[in-house]
């Protein structure tokens, strides 16, 4: 099951460039059980694996803006260490339902979010680098809490704040999400156990996931499968919220 799960997200992410993280966590909250603050940390270790496979892709073919990468973590590495501090410290059992209205609902806006990128593609970006590493702080922030948000906002950020071409966007937020991802996994990592089993059946089957979906993705359109994927991750995030409600107000 878990090498299965593995292969499908990673899969999922190839074809269309979605985050991992916004996919992993709650297929392991609402399939596998597992308490929020463990997904989260598994979620972020595994789409380290799946970015490492992708980056050195983009970086050989120079779609890769290392100076727009370094302000971008910045502002992003100290937030993801706040968001993953925040979260080992909000993982009792008495706040866990928060944690899944937080987590869930930061997954539907993340998801909702992914529908404006052809909004930001056609407008006529304006270099305003200054704001880089501040706008990436809150990005990072949401990444240590949730796993979520360093594809759909980082992506926007860039569309919005840069003038790179959309490969190059797509490489250097690719860069951006493995350092940040590898941070706010080690951080967990230190902080409490890792369910290394998990993360290893995942991790064997992502790769061969990872790899099928970069192939393919180059030769099939992956527009409708995109849509298709957002709807479905939308109501994924619409359940951990029901969850988390359902708890808070009984």
């Known amino acids: 099951m878990e090498y299965l799960l593995g292969f499908l997200i990673a899969l999922a992410v190839g074809l269309t460039g979605m985050g991992g ?14 308490p929020a603050h463990e997904a989260v940390a598994v979620a972020l270790l595994f789409s380290t694996l799946t970015k490492v496979i992708a980056t050195p892709f983009y970086a050989s073919r120079g779609q890769l803006s290392w100076p727009v990468a370094k302000l971008l973590l910045i502002g992003g590495l100290p937030g993801v ?22 987590v869930g ?5 993340m998801t909702a979010l992914t529908f404006l990128k052809p909004l930001f593609a056609k407008a006529q970006p304006k270099e305003r680098m200054h704001l880089l590493p501040w706008l990436a702080l809150p990005i990072g922030l949401e990444v240590g809490f949730s796993s979520a948000g360093a594809g759909a906002l980082g992506s926007l950020l860039l569309l919005s704040c840069t003038t790179l071409t959309p490969s ?31 993360l290893w059946k995942l991790s064997t089957g992502g790769v061969a996931g990872a790899l099928l979906g970069a192939w393919l993705g180059t030769r099939i359109p992956t527009r409708a499968l995109r849509t298709a994927l957002s709807a479905f991750l939308f109501f994924l995030g619409g359940q951990l919220c029901w969850k988390g409600l359902g708890v808070l107000v009984r």
Do not use: R
Not at 83 to 90: D, E
Not at 105 to 109: G, H, P, Q, S
């Open 21 to 34: 993280g916004v996919l992993t966590t709650p297929l392991l909250i609402l399939g596998l059980g597992l």
């Open 168 to 198: 190059a966007v797509v490489g250097t937020d690719l860069f951006f999400g493995l350092v940040i991802s590898a941070a706010g996994g080690s951080w967990h990592a230190l902080t409490q156990p890792i369910n290394t089993a998990l």
């Open 81 to 102: 260490i706040a968001g993953s501090f925040l979260l080992n410290k909000t993982s009792t059992k008495s706040l866990e339902p928060y944690v899944l209205t937080i």
């Open 105 to 109: 609902a930061t997954i539907v806006v």
